[in-house]
């Protein structure tokens, strides 16, 4: 189609279309559109966040992230977790964390003062700072061979921690005082709370708070006793009061038993090795002393040991002699059969000696025994027995 058609065609179209009556079209009502439909809707228009809000935000995260770190660092290294109290007559509180490493060391007392002025507790540990106040108690007199009671008081809201921390105090000062030749007795006791009142007399007194319990302990079992003129005592004093005053301490407080040194123990050996008993050596015949002669009832006038008819007695008085023991195989009067000896009275006057032994065998030699009045011939020392004995 050409541009003379297409002229054409637009001139066909305006004649035939309608005319227009404004008027009319004006009068008409309109109808406005509720919602956009496919045409008239247009995309949302998105408003774009300034780039310095990027930033912030940024800062703000990694602030958080530093929060969480530092208080998780803070909580686990820096936070007060265990108080330990130790007394003897010094008084001394260590303040650790979680890991038991020390946080801060206070003398409660002007003696406490002295024990803790030249030491350095930066950056160390409990056992560590545990040895050092020992060692210098030692080495000040607070601590000896007479003035050995020491006080440990633990204080942590967990019971078993505080137990747990109280034992390995207690394994620490033993330790440390055992290389100085000393042997401690330590006192443990735990505390999860602290009531105001305890707390304020500790103060008053510059004492801990363990050992203000301890003497509040003995103050009530006895109304002689008060905690003004015991709080100024060592704790030594204070056990000594408390055994004089049978004051139960078991309640409040927990102690082993003291710790064995090696020395101790080659003393424990030594003793246990003398009360074990010497081998049982067998006697030598040829210096065991002759058995004393021990006397029997009667036997019957037909036994076997003596003839009546031969001794002109009625009855036969027979002395044997003690069975030897298992480990005395060379006994004096022993026969070489095993059998105990007899020792028969001597036959009468004119009678046959030889009867009289009812022809025993000479391994079971037989001793004739005088009649009463006669005395009896002790063995040799070769230790055989003589068959008879004659009658003077």
């Given at each position: ?158 019971a078993d921690k505080a137990d747990d921390l109280a034992v390995a105090v207690d394994h620490s000062i033993k330790d440390s005082a055992a290389s100085q030749d000393i042997e401690p007795t330590v006192l443990r006791q735990t505390l999860t709370e602290t009531d105001d009142e305890t707390a304020a007399l500790a103060d008053q007194y510059s004492v801990s708070t363990g050992k203000i319990k301890l003497v509040q302990e003995i103050a009530a079992a006895d109304e002689t006793l008060t905690v003004d003129a015991l709080a100024g005592k060592s704790v030594t004093e204070l056990l000594q009061i408390s055994i004089e005053k049978a004051v139960d301490l078991n309640k409040i407080v927990q102690f082993d038993e003291p710790a064995t040194t090696p020395d101790s123990k080659a003393d424990s ?124």
């Amino acid at each position: 189609m050409n541009t003379s058609d297409i002229e054409k065609s637009i001139r066909h179209g305006i004649s035939q279309a309608p005319l227009l009556d404004f008027a009319k079209l004006a009068a008409m009502p309109v109808v406005k559109m509720t919602e956009h439909d496919y045409i008239t809707r247009q995309p949302a228009r998105v408003k774009r966040r300034p780039r310095y809000f990027r930033q912030l935000s940024s800062a703000v995260a990694c602030c958080a992230v530093a929060v969480v770190c530092y208080s998780g660092w803070y909580i686990q290294f820096r936070s007060p977790d265990s108080t330990v109290a130790l007394d003897v007559n010094p008084s001394i509180e260590i303040v650790t964390n979680r890991h038991n490493q020390v946080l801060s060391v206070r003398a409660l007392n002007d003696d406490a003062k002295k024990i803790v002025a030249d030491l350095d507790f930066d950056q160390a540990d409990l056992d560590e700072s545990v040895d050092a106040l020992v060692s210098s108690m030692i080495d000040q007199g607070y601590l000896n061979a007479d003035r050995n009671v020491v006080l440990v008081s633990v204080a942590n809201k967990d019971a078993d921690k505080a137990d747990d921390l109280a034992v390995a105090v207690d394994h620490s000062i033993k330790d440390s005082a055992a290389s100085q030749d000393i042997e401690p007795t330590v006192l443990r006791q735990t505390l999860t709370e602290t009531d105001d009142e305890t707390a304020a007399l500790a103060d008053q007194y510059s004492v801990s708070t363990g050992k203000i319990k301890l003497v509040q302990e003995i103050a009530a079992a006895d109304e002689t006793l008060t905690v003004d003129a015991l709080a100024g005592k060592s704790v030594t004093e204070l056990l000594q009061i408390s055994i004089e005053k049978a004051v139960d301490l078991n309640k409040i407080v927990q102690f082993d038993e003291p710790a064995t040194t090696p020395d101790s123990k080659a003393d424990s050996a030594a003793a246990v090795k003398e009360t074990i008993a010497d081998p049982v050596v067998p006697a030598d015949p040829a210096t065991t002393e002759p058995t004393a002669v021990k006397e029997t009832q009667t036997v019957p006038s037909d036994t076997a040991a003596v003839n009546p008819a031969k001794t002109g007695t009625s009855e036969a008085e027979t002395v044997t002699l003690p069975t030897p023991s298992d480990n005395d195989n060379a006994s004096a009067n022993e026969s070489a059969s095993g059998d105990e000896p007899v020792v028969t009275p001597p036959p009468a006057a004119g009678t046959d000696s030889g009867a009289s032994t009812n022809e025993s065998d000479l391994s079971d030699p037989v001793v004739t025994r005088p009649a009463a009045g006669s005395s009896v011939i002790a063995p040799t020392e070769t230790g055989t027995v003589p068959a008879a004995i004659p009658v003077e």
